[in-house]
């Protein structure tokens, strides 16, 4: 967001003494950049917590995390063998559709506005950041420390 702003913070978030991500947001954004079938795994557990679920927890998180990596390196191999184009699209594509679906999913639980189209859209562009909003959404439910500057006033 800072990024696309142009480098700029806008006043009202500086009032409120959000000028930067907590640590908890460049956390767990790293973690999904780095590692998103954990983040998924994660959110899985927390979203299908029955004990029934845990092996489609795991195999999703896996098989997810598997189809980017993959995907990523089909996407290297192309220079030599370009016959791999498609597959490597559809990896990729098969993880950023089930970061959209989780995305869709916690938004329906938090009755959080937006839509399908959003949803896919940003995690084609900003899969971490989609991961790591998520995450502070569901596992921190939503919660933000921020510090505000604490001034003593005395009332007359």
Known sequence: EFIFSGFSIPEERRALGMEFPSPKRISEFFVA?????????????KLYPEGKHMVSNIGLSV??????????????????????????????LAFMFQVAVLRATIRGRFDIDGNVLSDLTAAFFVYP??????????????????EFPIETVEIP
Do not use: K
């Open 129 to 146: 950041q989609v991961l790591s909003q998520c995450a502070v959404q569901l596992l921190h439910d939503g919660e933000e420390v921020v």
């Open 63 to 92: 098989i997810g995390g598997a189809c980017l990596y993959v995907g990523i390196i089909l996407f290297f191999v192309t220079l030599h063998n370009p016959d791999v184009l498609a597959f490597a699209w559809i990896l990729v």
């Open 33 to 45: 950049l780095a590692l998103p079938w954990l983040t998924i795994l994660r959110l899985r557990r």
